[in-house]
């Protein structure tokens, strides 16, 4: 929950818009603001103070107790022009909320001085995985340049981390990244990654210490660090058992119940009569630690028994996994161009990856963005199906790899490509960009206000007789189009070929509307007819739209109407 605290009309209005825009999330605290600022900080994880930066600290002051409990408290000036993370940036997520904050007001401005955010070094306390150690050391060596030697025992999909962190590195400290049940040496922090999978059975009435002991004693067993469980896992007969939710609920992972179908098919070392008569496997540890651990799992500790009071019967069991690390390949929309209409997801995965791949040019869209270290493999135009499979076997290699391409990776970009290559042995994110059609619709008007198609007059990929066919199509279906690629040197008769397949079945004065540079410099909008449209005036940097049968021009702005009836009478 965040607190929200002003002391003035104005903070109190900023207040209000917050609480709008974040029901679920916020709570009011009025009143006197020290009376205030204490009951949030001793019941919120977050707060958002609207007040001066010095009466804020004075505050909080005699409240603090340490890093990792203290929430984060984010302080926005009268004027809401700069919303400052200053207490918790990383532990309590105050960096992060000057972000969210930020975009809430016009104008205003996140301030943020954590020094790893600054620098764009990833925080070892932001990468999402336990870290324990020397970690002040280790990140101040990263900061400061000096030489972090690397240690892990598989490649991970980790950020890009600075050039001075390495293998080969030579240095007084070092960053050890691994599930082993490892003590830090002086000097170093080690990185946890969720490698371990637990399969877990129980007798109704199970325990949860009697679970937890023996999920213990296993982890021990195989020399793994707890802190690198990732999940425990179950049959659904046993979903609900209260013992083993209650062990996932103390260890801080999810407890996921697999169908009893699906472990059956499991093949498992140590196969039992009894859980088949019971939930329908012969195997619920071994099998869903397996599953839940994905392919190309290690099982590394078979089924074990508790080890009951005199005289008990033994009620749980449990196996260990270790998951393959997988590689990871977001397939990133960077939009039209402009850098505002980047979404805040893309800009997230460029910053997560370790690995970019991409055409040379949109590279140069994005490269100050990238966090130092980042690996930039870049190719011409061209070069999409090496684009592709580089992305994909940098991502197979275990590298976090991002992969980009101009409006949505998945329209005419490079996703089809990278997903016919990749297989499940890696991971898989796509992020959605705004369209060169989207992009340039709505600095026309409203051209796609009914139903429409996009169609490559491409040719290099699609023989022209599939396109032409497409385009008669539309024309007959009474389609607003979109063409990509229209024109080009080498290409310069398709336009006029499909303009004319759209005049069989619409009047020349159907409202066109040609977009070059949509959001870039440059940025050209020209609304003409059908019959008016001189295709010499269109490139492969432009992005035609014919109306429909229904399409106006009206104030200068190209509209095809939705079709309401109120619409229709009026007319």
Not at 80 to 90: D, F, I, K, Q, W
Not at 362 to 387: C, I, K
Not at 391 to 420: K, N
Not at 558 to 563: D, I, K
Request: with cysteine; aromatic share 2%; proline share 8%.
């Amino acid at each position: 929950m965040i607190g929200l605290i002003s002391a003035t009309a104005a903070g109190a209005a900023a207040c209000d818009r917050l609480a709008a825009a974040w029901p679920d999330r916020t709570r009011r605290y009025p009143g006197p603001v020290a009376d205030a600022v204490r009951a949030a900080f001793a019941e919120c994880e977050q707060l958002v103070c609207f007040l001066a930066t010095g009466a804020t600290v004075r505050l909080l002051a005699p409240l603090l107790r340490d890093k990792r409990e203290d929430p984060g408290v984010v302080c926005v000036d009268e004027a809401r022009r700069h919303a400052v993370a200053l207490l918790g940036g990383h532990a309590g997520g105050a960096n992060a909320l000057a972000d969210q904050v930020a975009e809430q007001f016009p104008g205003c401005r996140p301030v943020v001085t954590t020094a790893t955010d600054a620098t764009g070094v990833p925080g070892l306390d932001t990468l999402g995985w336990p870290v324990e150690g020397a970690v002040a050391a280790v990140s101040r060596a990263m900061l400061d340049g000096s030489p972090v030697r690397l240690v892990s025992d598989a490649v991970h999909p980790l950020p890009a981390l600075p050039p001075n962190v390495a293998a080969d590195a030579d240095g007084a400290v070092s960053l050890l990244v691994s599930d082993l049940a490892v003590e830090p040496d002086a000097g170093q922090a080690v990185l946890r990654p969720p490698t371990v999978t637990v399969g877990v059975g129980a007798s109704r009435g199970a325990s949860a210490e009697e679970v937890l002991t023996l999920i213990e004693s296993a982890l021990a067993a195989a020399g793994l660090s707890p802190r690198s469980l990732a999940a425990l896992a179950t049959v659904e007969a046993k979903a609900g058992e209260p013992g083993l939710v209650a062990a996932a609920e103390r260890l801080g992972v999810p407890l996921r119940a697999h169908p009893a179908a699906a472990l059956a098919e499991i093949p498992v070392p140590n196969p039992s009569r009894a859980p088949q008569d019971a939930v329908g496997t012969p195997s619920v540890a071994e099998a869903a630690a397996l599953r839940e651990a994905g392919p190309g799992a290690d099982l590394l500790v078979p089924k074990r028994k508790s080890e009951p009071a005199p005289g008990a019967a033994a009620m749980a069991t449990c196996a260990v996994a270790r998951r393959r690390p997988r590689g990871r390949l977001a397939v990133v929309g960077l939009g039209p161009g402009a850098r505002d209409l980047l979404t805040p997801r893309a800009r997230d995965e460029l910053r997560r990856a370790s690995v970019l791949v991409g055409l040379d040019q949109y590279v140069a869209q994005v490269r100050d963005l990238l966090r130092p270290g980042t690996r930039v493999l870049e190719s011409g135009l061209g070069a999409e199906e090496e684009r592709a499979r580089t992305a994909v076997a940098q991502a197979r290699a275990g590298h976090a790899v991002a992969l980009i391409g101009s409006g949505d990776a998945g329209v005419y970009a490079m996703a089809s490509p990278a997903l016919a290559e990749a297989s499940a042995d890696i991971d898989v994110v796509g992020v959605p960009g705004v369209t060169a059609a989207l992009a340039a619709a709505a600095l026309l008007g409203a051209p796609l206000g009914h139903d429409h198609v996009s169609i490559s007059l491409s040719d290099l990929h699609t023989p022209w007789e599939v396109i032409a066919r497409r385009v008669a199509a539309a024309a007959a279906a009474d389609l607003v189009v979109t063409f990509y690629n229209p024109r080009s040197r080498g290409r310069d008769w398709q336009l006029p070929k499909a303009l004319g397949l759209l005049a069989e079945h619409r009047a020349p004065d159907t409202p066109v509307g040609v977009v070059r540079n949509a959001s870039r410099p440059g940025e050209r909008v020209h609304l003409t007819t059908l019959g008016a449209l001189d295709p010499a005036d269109v490139d492969m940097m432009t992005v035609v739209t014919v109306g429909n049968t229904a399409t106006r021009a009206v104030a200068g702005r190209m509209v095809t109407p939705r079709g309401y009836r109120w619409q229709e009478a009026r007319a």
